[in-house]
């Protein structure tokens, strides 16, 4: 089985800043492996993904993340983010043989931008 | 548009009383599942259903009923509520490499 962590429940940082939100994963098989953003009041949406090829993937509002397999790990970051950006993000991993059902979600990370 | 939609998007209710959300999609996918979303939990799987006619149970099952009788629809029953079973819940359809989420049905048992 597969399951997600994200150290980090809650993150502050001021606008213009940069910004990475952790992910560490744990499975015995290869894995897909994705970032959802939940804006308030809203369902999940997909922001990057990781299926093969290169480890650096990014989304088209400036987010990137890398998968380290050494690591076991899948960050997210923004070299300046903005306000438009205040979401709880989420962390998520599938086996690939099964592809992008069942998925197993972190417990999120709130991201509030400061002013 | 392709969406996933869920009714109601909110719902109190009392214990016991059975209710059910539905879920339909329309982009034909085969692939579809119910998510509860707790605070400080994330998003755990209720069920899951491969094609129609057939579901499998996810992490957090008890309590809950599903049916896959069209492809395009699956709704999640709660046969009889319980305060516990207060969430955010989220149906989703998808594909080998992305699933979609519909927006959410807030629901409060009382």
């Known amino acids: 089985a597969q399951s997600v962590t994200q150290l980090d429940s809650q993150v502050p940082v001021f606008e213009e800043a940069p910004v990475e939100l952790r992910c560490n994963y744990s499975s015995s098989v290869s894995v897909y492996l994705f970032w959802y953003v939940q804006y308030p009041n809203q369902g999940l949406q997909l922001l990057l993904k990781?299926?093969?090829?290169?480890?650096l993937v990014e989304s088209i509002n400036g987010f990137e993340a890398e998968f380290n397999k050494s690591q076991t790990s899948f960050h997210l970051r923004k070299p300046s983010v903005h306000i438009s950006d205040t979401a709880e993000y989420f962390c998520a991993v599938s086996d690939r043989r099964t592809g992008a059902n069942n998925l197993f979600f972190g417990t999120g990370t709130r991201l509030t931008v400061i002013p | 548009e392709a969406q996933v939609t869920q009714n109601p998007r909110y719902l109190i209710t009392v214990t016991g009383k059975k209710l059910t959300v539905t879920c339909s999609q329309n982009?034909?996918?085969?692939?579809m599942s119910w998510y509860r979303q707790d605070p400080g939990l994330g998003l755990r799987q209720i069920y899951y259903?491969?094609?129609?006619?057939?579901?499998d149970k996810g992490d957090v099952p008890e309590g809950y009923k599903v049916s896959r009788k069209e492809k395009r629809n699956f709704p999640l029953i709660l046969e009889s509520p319980s305060p516990n079973q207060t969430s955010l819940y989220f149906c989703?359809?998808?594909?080998?490499?992305?699933?979609?989420f519909g927006p959410g049905t807030r629901l409060t048992v009382l």
């Open positions: 989703a359809s998808g594909v080998a490499n992305e699933q979609f």
């Open positions: 990781y299926l093969s090829g290169s480890t």
């Open positions: 259903s491969m094609n129609v006619e057939v579901t």
């Open positions: 982009m034909n996918h085969e692939y």
